[in-house]
RNA sequence: GCCCAGGUGGUGGAACUGGUAGACACGCAGGACUUAAAAUCCUGUGCCCGUCAAAGGCGUGCGGGUUCGAUUCCCGCCCUGGGUACCA
């Protein structure tokens, strides 16, 4: 029979589902392998072709270990929980649990459809109460918890309430809020309960603060930073404006050093790794304290005795000659005397009616104000000027910098703007028209450190600093807590009420704390988030429950434990099975999750670490970014008349330069190979039923554009046409051959042909010219088992590096060769139905059959051993080049000695022709690759 | 601006540690089969100059360098994509 790749297709799906063909064991004497990938948003569009690419390269990865004999991991679940569902849910009041179960259904059967070995008895749902149980559970071990900088570790809260209780706040070395409290031991027990709460949240690892928060008006909610992108939301791309809101943030800084040693034990691609070394923004520098010399005597009480910065270049100290202050720093007004007054609350006006936006663009400005006040340089006991500038962020650092225009861009526009000193500090500095930030040469103007050079000078100012009590060491972070609450429906409860305005858990067995129905999604009418509206929903009569709810990535923080066991009812995952799993030793997906996902996964897995209940520091061994497909638009051109009005007349790509033409996109399901077909296109839609088409070579070619794939452009090509057409064998190893996986690319079906040929080349191997069942049990000759064991090796090199594009193409050579072998000998080709079956599983399967061999045990048959005698050649004919140019092949016995070879190229006189009349200077022979001829 | 990744035929791409640039596939051209079309098969296909062939010239973004030999290594520049940004 011809290769029936529907029929077969259906069959082994099927078949698998029944058998459960790989539904993986937690216990195994096989080496355990976990391979991961991103779980999706079940969004209502379905799937695209886009979305199976990195799926098809994790399959293929499974399938070919557990033919390499280890037992495998490949679970698949749904990120459920989230925004567009809810949105829907406001505009047609359907529940978003609703229409999140049919966008799953969808999803389900479209993965079903191209074969993924998946095992689906463990699958997950961020948004059902059996998980996001678990979700709340984690939630309340890290409100239990505080970080302990001394073990460098998370702890029990009931061990520093132990600490307050012997020893007070003294030698506490924790992550916490800035104003904790200090305290005996006696005071601390002379305190109330609820001032204990109080205290005590400022060190919890989850924690509830007054926090200046991204909010987004149009969603209703608060964003975390990795959510605002350029001053707008992420999803939508509404404006996000910064509001004062108490809300729960996560400690997420106390693991900042962590985060950032991890990194080098992973192996992940090196971009990803940088942005999270960017996001982190580790900074080593020192803190300096400026005795501050107030100019409004009156306010003098209001102001503390110094100004403190923080600066990483500590060493360009005596450089500084004036010190700037963010404008909405606190101690502004009280820096700034009468007659200044004006000028800086002019500067501040203009600063706060800039947007953030403006302020990130726009740096060439440059603005500030001098406040009156002056500062003490502690070691060059110089008075320099206190301004105020729009440069300084209030949040980062002090909120103050000290300015030092030799040796820093901003600084030195600054100063020249406002006709600052500029004082060279490092005697190669060149500062006559920009500042240079060297950190060669010898200091100057320096007082101790001239001479010195950056390593000597900086740690002696940072000794010097540290001796007379002026400053010390500092490392500083960019990143900051991140704001875990949302002011909307769909998500995780938080597992929390309110008793006398301070926060307490539910008790363990009250979990999970149920999502409560509401009459709308929408916030109440004073403002209060959509749980507000749920009738009855209370802790207790005088304990409301907190009505936010947990952000998205609080669900997918730690997803891949769930797998591990993921019917357990009493805990997230067992022991055992977190034991036998450990980490995922390869996860795929985009690399838009670098800062979000990615991070928060790594901080939770760090906690869950650090209170025993996890054993690996870091969750995600290897990590590949599979590249984004994008859409591939096709256009007409619909040619306009003298009024530039259309017409029903549309010309063809190449002709359309005679024309006054408009673009317009079309459907690219009625194009192919760039060629309209224009009978569809007249049905397409009503008003082209009588286009009338100007044709070059008799066809109708389009015009083509990249864009991203998306339904406004028409181009989203969805899978289920690719497979009801070729097959998802031919979709599978189509999507594989387009490139690295790595790489964006757009998507085109230029190529698709040439893959589903390959597949029924392969199928006709088998079979007789009336496509009759037929192998032969004969010996394999030498040129076959070269074919072969090629291959082979190609693959085994090839998924291991993941270049699954470079197999597609070896696995074509291989079947040519075959063909042209006229192969049919059994003992070969059963191998390579076991190699190609990673690839095209489908197919392989029924072949298998075919073959005599068992039904579903291909899955785990053996990847056939490479022998290299087979590839082992006598003979090589060698690239004869001149000067490097390649002129000829000859061929030499590769038992010949370089001295032999040498020897038969200089008594070769049919080479002389090659040489141009020139005398042969030197040979180079490299044995097995190359000679080359040198005159 | 800074940090990454990348620029190879008409197209997608290959060349793994410096050793035959363009594998494989698409497309295109010609041919076979067919009443015809589809499907299938065969041949050719980087560009320029040759009637075929031989031989030659030019070719991996651009300009240099190292080397017997460079898509690969080094220096400078241009372009595309991604990230990030008054972070002191």
Same mark, same amino acid.
């Given at each position: 029979m011809d290769y029936q790749f529907k029929d077969i297709e259906k069959k082994w799906q099927a078949f698998w589902a029944a058998n459960q063909t790989?539904? @993986? $064991?937690?216990? *195994?004497a096989k080496p355990k392998y976990y391979v991961l990938d991103m779980f999706p948003y079940p969004s209502g569009a379905g799937l695209h072709v886009g979305h199976p690419l990195g799926y098809i390269a994790s399959d293929i990865f499974s399938r070919y270990k557990r033919l390499k004999g280890f037992n495998v991991l490949h679970p698949m679940g749904y990120d459920s929980f989230g925004l567009p569902a809810e949105q829907y849910a406001i505009q047609t009041g359907q529940h978003p649990a609703i229409t999140t179960e049919d966008n799953i259904a969808t999803y389900r059967r479209q993965l079903d459809q191209i074969g993924f070995s998946f095992d689906w008895s463990r699958e997950v749902r961020t948004s059902s109460p059996g998980y996001y149980k678990w979700t709340q559970w984690i939630f309340m071990q890290l409100f239990n918890s505080w970080y302990n900088k001394d073990a460098d570790k998370a702890e029990s809260i009931d061990e520093l309430v132990k600490k307050f209780e012997t020893n007070g706040s003294a030698n506490i070395s924790a992550v916490s809020d800035d104003d904790t409290l200090n305290f005996t031991a006696d005071e601390w027990k002379a305190m109330s309960h609820d001032e204990q709460q109080a205290e005590l949240l400022k060190y919890r690892l989850t924690y509830l603060r007054e926090s200046t928060v991204n909010w987004c008006a149009a969603l209703g909610t608060v964003l975390a930073n990795d959510e605002v992108k350029d001053g707008f939301s992420e999803r939508g791309g509404y404006p996000v404006e910064q509001k004062k809101m108490m809300q729960w943030s996560m400690r997420i800084t106390a693991y900042a050093e962590r985060l950032l040693q991890g990194l080098d034990n992973i192996d992940w691609p090196d971009p990803l790794k940088e942005m999270q070394r960017n996001w982190i923004g580790k900074s080593i520098g020192a803190m300096v304290k400026f005795k501050l010399e107030p100019g409004n005597k009156d306010l003098a009480a209001e102001l503390p005795a110094y100004l403190e910065v923080f600066t %990483?270049?500590? $060493?360009?100290?005596?450089?500084?000659?004036y010190m700037v202050i963010a =404008? #909405?720093? +606190?101690l502004v007004q009280a820096l700034t005397t009468p007659e200044h007054k004006a000028a800086i609350d002019a500067c501040i006006a203009q600063t706060k009616k800039k947007s953030e936006l403006d302020r990130m663009a726009d740096t060439k400005t440059i603005s500030g104000a001098f406040t009156g006040s002056h500062v003490i340089n502690p070691l060059s006991g110089e008075k320099v000027q206190v301004w105020i500038a729009d440069y300084v962020l209030a949040g980062y650092g002090t909120g103050c910098v000290m300015g030092v225009p030799s040796g820093d861009q901003r600084d030195y526009l600054f100063a020249k703007h406002f006709d600052l000193p500029i004082v060279p500090i490092i005697d190669i500095q060149n500062i006559e028209t920009e500042a240079d930030p060297t950190k060669e040469g010898k200091y100057i103007n320096s007082d101790f450190i001239n001479g010195m050079e950056y390593k000597e000078a900086t740690t002696a100012v940072i000794a010097k600093l540290e001796s007379i009590g002026m400053g010390s060491g500092k490392t500083n972070y960019r990143m900051r807590d991140a704001i875990f609450g949302r002011q909307r429906y769909w998500g995780e409860p938080v597992p929390v009420y309110f008793k006398d305005g301070l926060p307490h858990l539910i008790k363990e067995e009250e979990l999970p704390l149920i999502l409560p129905e509401v009459d709308k999604y929408l916030p109440t #009418? %004073?403002? +209060? =988030? =959509?749980?507000?509206? @749920? +009738?009855?929903?209370?802790?207790a009569e005088d304990a409301a429950y907190e009505l936010s709810t947990m952000p998205g990535w609080a669900g997918s923080s730690w997803y891949w434990y769930r797998y591990m066991d993921a019917q357990n009812g009493s805990e997230f995952a067992s022991r055992e099975a977190i034991d036998y799993w450990k980490d995922v030793d390869l996860y795929i997906g985009g *690399? +838009?999750? @670098? %800062?979000g996902h990615l991070l928060y996964s790594r901080f939770w897995n760090k906690f869950l670490k650090d209170i025993g209940k996890v054993g690996e520091e870091e969750p995600f061994k290897k990590l590949i970014n599979q590249g984004m497909i994008q859409g591939r638009s096709n256009f007409v051109y619909r040619v306009n008349d003298a009024d530039g009005r259309g017409t029903n007349t549309f010309v063809s790509n190449g002709l359309k330069s005679q024309y006054n033409t408009s673009a317009l996109h079309v459907d690219v399901n009625i194009v192919e190979n760039d060629i309209l077909d224009t009978v569809k296109f007249k049905k397409w839609r009503d008003d082209f039923a009588n286009a009338e088409f100007i044709l070059e070579n008799g066809k109708y070619v389009c015009g083509v554009e990249v864009e991203k794939m998306s339904k406004s452009k028409f181009n989203v090509v969805n899978p289920d046409d690719i497979i009801e057409r070729y097959g998802a064998d031919t979709l599978r190893m189509y999507e594989m051959f387009l490139g690295p996986l790595e790489q964006s690319k757009p998507w085109n079906t230029n190529g698709i042909e040439g893959v589903f040929k390959f597949l029924r080349k392969f199928w006709r191997l088998f079979h007789n010219d009336a496509w009759e069942f037929n192998v032969s049990d004969a010996e394999p000759s030498k040129a076959e088992l070269k074919s072969l064991h090629k291959i082979i090796l190609k693959v085994q090199e090839d998924v291991e590096r993941f270049s699954f594009n470079t197999s597609v193409s070896s696995f074509m050579i291989a079947v040519n060769e075959l063909t042209d072998l006229k192969c049919n000998k059994r003992s070969v080709l059963q191998d390579m139905v076991v190699i190609l079956s990673p690839y095209a599983p489908h197919i392989c399967e029924e072949l298998w059959t075919l073959l005599g061999n068992e039904a579903g045990s291909l899955s785990y048959a053996a990847y056939p051993k490479f022998n290299p005698e087979y590839l082992v050649e006598n003979e090589f004919s060698y690239p004869i080049s001149v000067n490097g140019k390649t002129k000829t092949n000859i061929n030499f016995a590769l038992s010949l000695d370089v001295k032999e070879v040498e020897a038969q190229i200089l008594a070769n006189t049919d080479l002389q022709k090659y040489l141009d009349g020139k005398a042969i200077k030197k040979v180079i022979v490299v044995k097995g690759r190359i000679i080359n001829i040198v005159v």
């Open positions: 790989f539904k @993986a $064991d937690n216990n *195994s %990483t270049r500590v $060493d360009t100290i005596f450089g500084v000659s =404008p #909405e720093h +606190e #009418e %004073t403002g +209060e =988030p =959509p749980l507000a509206r @749920a +009738e009855g929903w209370k802790y *690399s +838009e999750h @670098a %800062t």
